[in-house]
Nanobody
Framework: QVQLVESGGGLVQAGGSLRLSCAVS????????MGWFRQAPGQEREFVST????????YYAASVKGRFTISRDNAKNTVYLQMTSLKPEDTAVYYC???????????????????WGQGTQFTVSS
């Protein structure tokens, strides 16, 4: 059974930093593209960032570009999202997702991901 477990959420002040982790079990994700999405109350799930299988290509939503950094450690089957210069509008539940396949690239479309975590709540106070 494939499981993606996010961790690192919590409460942080505006302007602060935080790192989210996503540990994958039940599957080796080294050939998968991985993504981060978020969903604020009353809003649709939105794309945040994606990284391809070797970690050589990354892509970010305009709202987080320059502030967030996605990375992965395939040896640990873990993906990270380093967040800096946080804003109250970054408050949301953050989800990681895996797009399964051999050497596949990432995508901004949530329906193209095969596995999802349960999400971790993250709140930025003003």
């Amino acid at each position: 059974q494939v499981q993606l477990v996010e961790s690192g959420g919590g409460l942080v002040q505006a302007g602060g930093s935080l790192r989210l982790s996503c540990a994958v079990s039940g599957r080796t994700c080294s050939r998968d593209a991985m993504g981060w999405f978020r969903q604020a109350p009353g809003q649709e799930r939105e794309f945040v960032s994606t990284i391809n299988w070797p970690g050589s290509n990354t892509y970010y939503a305009a709202s987080v570009k320059g502030r967030f950094t996605i990375s992965r450690d395939n040896a640990k089957n873990t993906v990270y999202l380093q967040m800096t210069s946080l804003k109250p509008e970054d408050t949301a539940v953050y989800y990681c997702a895996a797009r399964a396949g051999a050497y596949i690239s990432g995508t901004v479309h949530p329906h193209e991901y095969d596995y999802w975590g349960q999400g971790t709540q993250f709140t930025v106070s003003s």
